[in-house]
């Protein structure tokens, strides 16, 4: 059998030619997109640009019809090789394991607390005995500020908190890429800078993440890279300030100049 | 009113009554656990499978619960099946219920919000551990209500089984009738004996409903 190349060496996000569309509706047209370890890239652009496909694309919550999506080297949802079906069950379970997805509608189980929503997984997928697994979410529940929260349930959590729970449900499976999909989106205005400060806290840790967003500012000051989405396409990826401040593509800079307006008063 | 009456048919009365809810309960349990098989099969991504248990459940459901009975009792030997009075009448009130409840399960599969399913698998749970820890407890709150109605409705199909001969309730009360002629006393410990069972059910739903939903008012 062949050596594999080492997973380090490969980057943690390769996108190639990837497509895909809803029935005859193309939602994403030849993607092309790099992302390296302990990266930062946010994804911006319209709303029904493709952001949030691409993002799912990712850990094959959506499939993809052609190209490649590899996670660290490694095909996502289909075989390696010249006919290419769909990845068994386990395999791409496998995947997903090294991933965490945090969403817009925080998706936390309302019949479970806290505590229970972050130890689930720990015991059901990675194995852990229910004492080991409590224990380790209410240290995650610490790092995300909520450690009274613990035995409260949802319904009980404000926006910000429930978002924070779902952070900590994702990572306390020690993901190695992080994607959030407009993390902050459903939240009150003041409840959005605690999410924020819970993801800008992560890069700084050296957590590779990819975040679908409208908040400019957090793509401005902790991006490494912006990617710039419309109709499918990649219209611009660079350095924020390439994409947000001197982009001389006019699709971004309409979007932003109404962006702007939008904010200012 | 002939108060000595209902000494005398006490015991046929009491053992009428259990036999009620024997037919009930066993029937009500087929019922659900067939009824869920059915619903689990009908997501499979089978067509064939999907038109043929549709199928099932739209025969049953337009056809009377009382053809259904003849069927099963009369037709059963024809095909080898031989059961006695009551057991027929549990199996074909379990066919009976399967359903209805499998529409209840359908519906309450629909019920459960897509991200949270998502949320599951994201995290590497496998389709068993999502169906068992997240859409089942997630669903049974959405559909305890309509569980708790359907089994009230089966318990008074019960009585449609005294027709078979099932020495269930219905079946005790008409003898007591026949041999007595006193009318009016059968048919009111009737009403009151089958209140007093949906009644108890009733409540039962009531306590369960309150139960799994208590999260949702954050009291645990």
Excluded at chain 2, 169 to 197: D, G, K, N, R, V
Aim: aromatic share 8%; hydrophobic share 45%; net charge neutral.
């Amino acid at each position: 059998m062949m050596s594999q190349p080492s997973l380090a060496d490969q980057p943690m996000v390769q996108m190639r030619g990837m497509s895909k569309s809803f029935g005859h509706h193309a939602v994403l047209r030849d993607i092309n997109l790099t992302v390296e370890r302990s990266e930062v890239v946010c994804l911006i652009g319209p709303s029904g640009s493709g952001k949030s496909t691409l993002l799912r694309c990712i850990n094959f919550l959506e499939t993809y019809e052609s190209g490649e999506v590899r996670v660290e080297g490694r095909l996502v949802g289909y075989t390696d090789g010249p006919h290419r079906r769909r990845m068994g069950g386990r395999a791409l379970r496998d995947i997903r394991r090294g991933i965490g997805m945090v969403f817009q509608h925080f998706n936390l189980w309302p019949h479970m607390t806290a505590l229970g929503n972050v130890a689930e997984a720990l015991v059901r997928v990675r194995g852990l005995k229910q004492a080991e697994a409590n224990q380790r979410a209410l240290d995650m529940l610490t790092r995300v500020g909520l450690t009274d929260k613990a035995n409260a349930y949802p319904s009980r959590l404000s926006g910000g908190q429930q978002q924070r729970v779902a952070i900590a449900r994702s990572l306390a499976m020690e993901p190695r890429l992080m994607l959030f999909d407009e993390p902050t989106s459903a939240l009150d205005p003041e409840l959005v800078g605690e999410v924020l400060q819970v993801m800008r806290d992560l890069a700084a840790e050296g957590m590779t993440m990819m975040v679908v967003t409208h908040e400019m500012g957090f793509a401005a000051s902790v991006a490494d890279r912006v990617a710039f989405l419309d109709e499918g396409h990649i219209v611009e990826y660079g350095p924020p300030r390439q994409v947000l401040h001197e982009s001389a593509e006019p699709r971004v800079r309409q979007f932003l100049q109404t962006y702007h307006e939008r904010n200012s008063f | 009113m002939d108060w000595a009456l209902y000494l005398h048919y006490g015991p046929s009365l009491a053992s009428g009554f259990l036999v009620t809810l024997l037919c009930w309960f066993a029937g009500g349990a087929v019922g659900i656990v067939l009824g869920f098989v059915v619903a689990v099969l009908a997501r499979l991504p089978s067509p064939p499978l999907r038109w043929l248990l549709r199928g099932y459940v739209e025969a049953v459901r337009g056809t009377p619960f009382l053809v259904q009975l003849y069927l099963l009792y009369d037709g059963g030997p024809a095909i080898g099946l031989r059961l006695e009075a009551t057991q027929t009448g549990i199996v074909a009130l379990g066919i009976y219920g399967s359903a209805y409840f499998a529409e209840i399960f359908r519906g309450g599969f629909n019920a459960v919000p897509r991200g949270q399913v998502e949320a599951a698998s994201s995290l590497g749970m496998t389709p068993p551990a999502i169906m068992r820890r997240i859409r089942l407890p997630v669903m049974l709150v959405a559909i305890v209500p309509a569980l708790t109605n359907m089994m009230i409705i089966l318990s008074k199909e019960t009585v449609v089984l005294s027709i078979i001969t099932v020495p269930e309730l219905m079946y005790q009360m008409q003898s007591m009738a026949a041999e007595t002629f006193a009318t009016f006393e059968t048919i009111l410990a009737m009403a009151l004996l089958y209140w007093l069972m949906v009644e108890l059910v009733a409540r039962l739903g009531r306590s369960v409903e309150r139960r799994v939903t208590a999260f949702m008012t954050g009291v645990a």
